[in-house]
């Protein structure tokens, strides 16, 4: 009965990889999200996600590509892996935000990821 | 551009009240969070303030204030499970939250 799940919880691989890391909500939440902590524990929005709208951070290399087979699912595929991609990536989710209301979000237990 | 402030790390004893600021400077404000995180797991929701003043929820209260761009958290008789990190996050004028590096609060007996 996980709420917001991902995997792998690890992953090791070698420079210049292509990977995936999954996730999947169960709480029926209409928007997800994917974060990077770093080795500074900064939380870094990467992208937010619903059925309408994309939206990516303009920091973040379009080697990173969310990926969206339905609204309880939001897969993160990272191409040509680098050190510097070494870090903690969740996933979170939450309502829908409407205007003047916000709401929660949810996160996923993290995948660790280590690029040698 | 936007920011959040917090201090990196706090220390305090088990028992006691620890209060942990967080200033922020935002395009637009809906409203602010605090959220948990325990060392290798994920951040978990502790607050949410739009308008002025304190919300208290058992041990854990939170403070806003909007025209100073402040909110605190304050943490009452202290428990060894409180170690944790305490992230700050203001939510934009595009409903974007924007992240403080965390405050990590280290509990000693």
């Known amino acids: 009965d996980t709420a917001v799940s991902q995997t792998p919880k690890y992953l090791v691989t070698q420079m210049g990889n292509d990977k995936s890391i999954k996730c999947e909500q169960n709480?029926?939440?209409?928007?997800m999200y994917w974060y990077k902590q770093d080795s500074k524990k900064f939380l870094k929005i990467m992208f937010s996600?619903?059925?309408?709208?994309?939206?990516i951070n303009e920091t973040v290399p379009n080697r990173f590509s969310p990926k969206s087979p339905d609204k309880a699912h939001l897969n993160l595929h990272i191409n040509s892996l680098e050190l510097g991609d070494s870090a903690v990536y969740f996933c979170?989710?939450?309502?829908?935000?409407?205007?003047?209301?916000?709401?929660?979000?949810?996160f996923g237990p993290g995948t660790r990821l280590t690029v040698l | 551009g936007q920011n959040i402030d917090q201090p990196t790390e706090m220390t305090a004893t088990e028992g006691a009240i620890v209060q942990i600021n967080c200033t922020y400077q935002?395009?637009?404000?809906?409203?602010l969070f605090w959220y948990q995180q325990h060392a290798g797991e994920a951040p978990t929701f502790l607050s949410y303030?739009?308008l002025d003043g304190l919300e208290e929820k058992g041990r854990f209260s939170s403070f806003l204030s909007r025209s100073k761009g402040y909110s605190y958290l304050l943490l009452k008789e202290l428990q060894m499970k409180d170690s944790a990190s305490y992230l700050c996050?203001?939510?934009?004028?595009?409903?974007?939250?924007?992240w403080g590096a965390g405050t990590k609060l280290i509990i000693k007996p």
């Open positions: 996600y619903n059925n309408k709208e994309l939206i």
């Open positions: 935002t395009s637009g404000f809906n409203g």
């Open positions: 996050a203001a939510v934009d004028s595009n409903y974007q939250l924007i």
């Open positions: 709480l029926g939440h209409d928007t």
């Open positions: 303030n739009v």
């Open positions: 979170a989710s939450s309502q829908e935000t409407l205007a003047e209301t916000y709401n929660e979000q949810f």
